[in-house]
C-alpha cells in the first residue's frame, strides 16, 4: 500500500474502466428505460453514473491528491482508493474505492481502508465518510471496517421540460442569518440516530449535512441557489438546489417541518417553476414521506438508493507517566546511595 505517483494514473484508469464493464447493474437500469419508461436511456445514463459510479461520484483522476493511493503487486496496481477533505476539513469522504475483479476484494479493499485510516490519523482526521449504492459489492467490505449506515437517500430523476418562470412564492432566497433557523429546522425534522452524526455542533452540521451545501448559504454562492419559507415565526421548509455543468444534472434536496406536511405539494410546484429545463435529480431522505409522495406526484422515477456511512476513529491520547511519591523516590534512591559508600574503599588505618 503507498501513495499513488502519476506512472500509476494509467494504470488506476484501465482499472475503473474494468470495474464499470463488469458492472451488471447499469445494464439492468439502461434495458428498464424502454419507450415506456418516463427515463431516457442516456439522460438515465448520465444521472446514474454521476450517482453511483464511484460511490460517492466518481472524481476525474487528472490529479493526484495527498489521497489517491494504490495497491500494488510486484509494480501491478491491484487496487485504489481516494478520498477528499469534507467541507470543514475535520473528516474525509471516500470517492472511489476499486478493486481488480480477480483479486480478492475484501482482503485488498480492508487493507486500502487500513491505509487511508492511518494517513488520515497522521493528518488529525478522525472521522471518515462515505455515500454507497444500496447492496454495493464493497458495503460488507466498508462495514467489516466499522463504517455504519445512519441514513438512506432515495434518488429520483426527471427530465423537466422548460420551467414556466412563475413566481416562486412562498419561497424566498436564503440569507445568511437564515442558517440558525435552518439548523433547528433540521433538528425537528431529523430522527435523533442521524442528528446525532451530522449535528453534534452547528459547524459539525454545516460540514457534513448534504457534504457543505450550507458552507456558503447566501441564497446566490457558486453553484448552490437555497431557498427557504418562513411562516413569520421561523423557517418550516429550506431546498438547496445545486446547477447542472456539462454532463452533470441539476441536483435538487430539501427539507420541511413535519407540521407543515399540507404544503408540501405547493412547495415542491413552485420550487420547480426555478429549476432549468433538462436532466434534474432530487435526493429525498427515508424519514421525509410527505415530500417523496410530492416529487414522486411530479413524475420523478427511482433510479437509485444509496447509503451514508460514517466511521469515527477514537482519539488516541498519550498516557503520561505516573508521578512518584517524593517519599517513595527518597526510600528507592537510599538503597542505591548505600551500595556507592559500600563500593568505596575506607580510607588508610
Known sequence: MRLASYRDLSQVDDLYRAAELSDPELGRRLQGSGPQSPV???????????????????????????????????????????AEPAPGGRAWQVLNLCVAPEEAEGVVAARLLEQLFAEGLSRGVHRFLV????????????????????VTEQIRF???????????????????????????????????????????????????????????????????RHWVIDRGAGVVAWAGVRLPARARPSLVAMMMDPQEAALAVEAVHSLLTQIPRGPTLWV??????????????????????????????????????????????????????????????????
Open 284 to 349: 429525498l431522505r427515508h424519514y421525509e414521506s410527505e415530500l417523496t409522495r410530492a416529487v414522486a406526484a411530479r413524475g420523478f422515477e427511482v433510479i437509485a438508493t444509496q447509503l451514508l456511512m460514517v466511521r469515527d476513529l477514537p482519539l488516541k491520547l498519550r498516557t503520561p507517566s505516573p508521578v512518584r511519591p517524593r517519599a517513595v523516590l527518597a526510600k528507592a534512591a537510599l538503597p542505591l546511595a548505600g551500595a556507592r559508600a559500600a563500593a568505596q574503599p575506607l580510607p588508610p588505618g
Open 158 to 224: 426527471r427530465e423537466l421540460p422548460a420551467a414556466p418562470g412563475d413566481d416562486p412564492a412562498p419561497w424566498a432566497p436564503s440569507r445568511p442569518q437564515d442558517l440558525a433557523l435552518i439548523h433547528s429546522l433540521y433538528l425537528r425534522t431529523a430522527p435523533h440516530a442521524v442528528a446525532a452524526v451530522e449535528a453534534p455542533s452547528l459547524k459539525q452540521w454545516r460540514a457534513t449535512f448534504q457534504l457543505g451545501w450550507l458552507a456558503r448559504i447566501d441564497g446566490r454562492a457558486g453553484d448552490s
Open 40 to 82: 431516457p436511456g442516456a439522460a438515465l445514463a448520465r444521472a446514474w453514473y454521476i450517482l453511483t459510479k464511484g460511490l460517492s461520484s466518481f472524481v476525474p483522476l487528472a490529479d493526484v491528491s495527498d489521497q489517491l493511493y494504490v495497491a500494488d503487486d510486484g509494480g501491478r496496481v491491484v487496487g485504489f482508493i481516494q
Open 131 to 150: 455515500r454507497i449504492p444500496a447492496h454495493h459489492p464493497l458495503d460488507p467490505a466498508f462495514r467489516a471496517q466499522g463504517f455504519r449506515p445512519y
